[in-house]
C-alpha cells in the first residue's frame, strides 16, 4: 500500500512502518521460520511497489502468490486488522505475468547454453575445477569458431568434437582431458533427464519483457512477474542458477542510474539458501559483486529463507531493509543463531529483541527499514498489513485466461531450432566423409591403374618373348647354320 506521502506502508506498530522508495534498491531480507508469514509479507511488498508504478519479480514455490491476479475479500480477520490500523484496505487485482521454464503453468523462460555460462553451468553440474576449465576452454573454442551453443545437444555436439580433436587444440586451449569430457557428457545426460533440455535454447527470453507497467483503475502500476518454481525447486541448483542467470542479465542490461525517488525494479529472490549451499568462491564472488553493483542500476534485490545466517555476511551486510519474522531455537546452533539475528539490529529499550524473535506470531515482524538518510532505524515489533490481492492461489482457469491474455505467449510459446553448433559440427563431419570417400576413392583409383600398367607390362613382356621365339629365334638359327656350312666347306677346300 502506498500512503499520502508516496512511501510504501508496509506494516503497523503502533504507527504505520513505512520503506523509503528511494531507499528500496538498498536491497532488503524477509526471514522467519515456515508458517511465520514470509509468503504474505513478500505479497503485501510486491503489491505496493506496483502501486508505486515499480515491476518486480518474484518465485512462486506453491502457487499462493498467484493470487495477486485477483482482488482479496473482507474477512473477519482482515477485519480486525483494519480497526486495529485504523485503515480501509482497497481490495483489488494486480497486472500479473506467470512464467514457468518448463512452459506449463506460464509461458515458458529459455536462456541459450552461450548466455548461462560456464560458471553457472559448472554450479548445476556441480562439476569439479578441472572439469570447469575444460568446459571454459569449450566454450572458448566455440566461441572462435563461431559455433554459437544455443540448446544441450549443441554443447553436447561441441563436447564430441572437441574430445576427438583434442590434440589439435591443445596448443591454444591446454590440456582437453577425455576423462573430463566424459565426465561432462554425463552430467549433461543427468541434467537433460531433469527437464534441462525444456529451458536451454530459443527464443531467449528478453528481460526488457520484465520492465512493464500497466494502467489499472486510473493508476500506473508495474507488472508483477511470477514464475511457477513447484517444479524447478526439485532441482535446487538448477532453480537457484536460474535465478542467478536472471538477476546477472538484469545487471548487465540496465545502465547506471545513480540515486533516484524510486527503483526501476525488484528482484525477490526467494530460498535464498539455496544460492549459497556448496558454491564455489568464483560463484559467491560473483554474488556478491552483483549484489553490490545493481543497485547503482536502480534494482533492489530482496531474499528470502528461513534464517539469515544462511546469507553470506558480505551479503548479508547489504541487506538495509529488513523483516524478521519468528525464528525456533530447537538446539545450541540454533540459540546461538538468535542471538547473533538480534544483535544485527539496532536496539528498542522497550523489549527484548533475542526474546521476541521467539515469541512473535504468524504475521508479526521485527522491521527495521533505511531511513531517508540510509540509516537503519531502530527495530520495531509490528504486524504486517494484508495484501489488496487474493491470499492463496487462483484457480487453473484464471491461471490459463491470464496467460492467453498475455502479449508473450505467442512470443514465446514455440522453440526456434537455428543453424547451430550441433548443425554445423554434423555437416562438417559429413564434408570430411565426403572428402575420406574421395581420397578413398582417388587412392583406389591409382591403385586399379598401377595393376593395369603392371598387366600391361606383363602382357608386352610376354608378346615380345613370343615374337622373339617365333620368328627371331628361327632366322639366327638359319644363319648361324648357313654361316657353319660355309665355314665347313671353306676348310675342306684349305685341306
Not at 80 to 91: A, I, S, Y
Not at 142 to 158: F, I, Q, T, V
Not at 259 to 266: L, R
Amino acid at each position: 500500500m502506498v500512503n499520502n506521502d508516496n512511501k510504501l506502508y508496509v506494516a503497523h506498530s503502533d504507527h504505520p512502518l513505512v520503506l523509503e522508495p528511494k531507499m528500496a534498491n538498498r536491497h532488503g531480507l524477509i526471514a522467519g521460520a515456515t508458517g511465520t508469514g514470509k509468503t504474505v509479507s513478500l505479497q503485501v511488498l510486491a503489491e505496493s511497489f506496483s502501486d508505486l508504478g515499480v515491476p518486480c519479480f518474484m518465485a512462486d514455490m506453491k502457487g499462493d502468490l498467484s493470487g495477486v491476479y485477483k482482488a482479496g475479500t473482507l474477512t473477519k480477520f482482515i477485519e480486525k486488522r483494519q480497526n486495529e490500523f485504523g485503515v480501509t484496505f482497497d481490495f483489488q487485482p494486480y497486472p500479473v505475468q506467470f512464467f514457468d521454464v518448463y512452459g506449463e503453468q506460464g509461458h515458458p523462460m529459455r536462456v541459450t547454453v552461450k548466455s548461462f555460462g560456464v560458471l553457472l553451468f559448472s554450479r548445476i553440474m556441480s562439476l569439479t575445477d578441472t572439469q570447469e576449465g575444460v568446459l571454459t576452454a569449450v566454450f572458448r573454442i566455440c566461441e572462435d569458431k563461431n559455433l554459437p551453443l544455443d540448446d544441450l545437444k549443441d554443447l553436447r555436439a561441441a563436447l564430441n568434437y572437441i574430445g576427438q580433436n583434442a590434440k589439435e587444440f591443445q596448443t591454444d586451449y591446454g590440456n582437453i582431458s577425455s576423462v573430463s569430457v566424459g565426465a561432462i557428457q554425463r552430467n549433461l545426460l543427468a541434467l537433460e533427464e531433469q527437464g534441462g533440455d525444456q529451458f536451454f535454447g530459443l527464443p531467449e527470453f528478453k528481460i526488457d519483457d520484465f520492465f512493464v507497467t500497466e494502467r489499472m483503475h486510473d493508476i500506473k502500476k508495474g507488472m508483477i512477474n511470477i514464475l511457477a518454481a513447484d517444479k524447478l525447486y526439485n532441482n535446487p541448483k538448477l532453480y537457484s542458477a536460474f535465478l542467478m542467470w536472471l538477476l546477472t542479465s538484469i545487471y548487465n542490461k540496465l545502465p547506471e542510474k545513480g540515486d533516484q525517488d524510486k527503483p526501476e525494479f525488484i528482484f525477490f529472490f526467494d530460498e535464498a539458501h539455496l544460492l549459497f549451499d556448496d558454491a564455489s568462491k568464483a560463484l559467491l564472488d560473483q554474488i556478491e559483486k552483483v549484489v553490490r553493483l545493481i543497485r547503482s542500476k536502480g534494482v533492489g534485490v530482496y531474499f528470502i529463507t528461513q534464517n539469515p545466517m544462511d546469507i553470506p555476511e558480505n551479503v548479508l551486510g547489504q541487506l538495509g531493509n529488513k523483516i524478521q519474522h519468528a525464528l525456533r531455537a530447537f538446539t545450541p546452533k540454533d540459540q546461538k543463531s538468535i542471538k547473533a539475528v538480534a544483535q544485527s539490529f539496532r536496539t528498542n529499550e522497550a523489549f527484548n529483541t533475542e526474546k521476541a524473535l521467539l515469541e512473535l506470531e504468524t504475521g508479526e515482524a521485527l522491521i527495521s527499514f533505511l531511513d531517508e538518510k540510509g540509516a537503519p532505524s531502530i527495530v520495531e515489533r509490528a504486524k504486517m498489513l494484508c495484501p489488496q490481492g487474493q491470499i492463496g492461489p487462483i484457480t487453473d482457469e484464471e491461471r490459463k485466461k491470464a496467460i492467453k491474455e498475455s502479449g508473450l505467449e505467442r512470443e514465446y510459446r514455440e522453440t526456434e531450432d537455428r543453424r547451430s553448433a550441433y548443425e554445423m559440427l554434423i555437416d562438417e563431419a559429413k564434408e570430411k566423409e565426403k572428402e575420406k570417400a574421395k581420397e578413398q576413392a582417388a587412392k583406389e583409383e591409382e591403385k586399379r591403374k598401377k595393376e593395369e600398367a603392371k598387366a600391361s607390362s606383363k602382357v608386352t613382356k610376354k608378346s615380345s618373348n613370343g615374337i622373339f621365339n617365333k620368328i627371331l629365334v628361327p632366322v639366327i638359327k638359319s644363319f648361324l647354320n648357313k654361316w657353319l656350312n660355309n665355314f665347313l666347306k671353306t676348310n675342306k677346300k684349305r685341306r
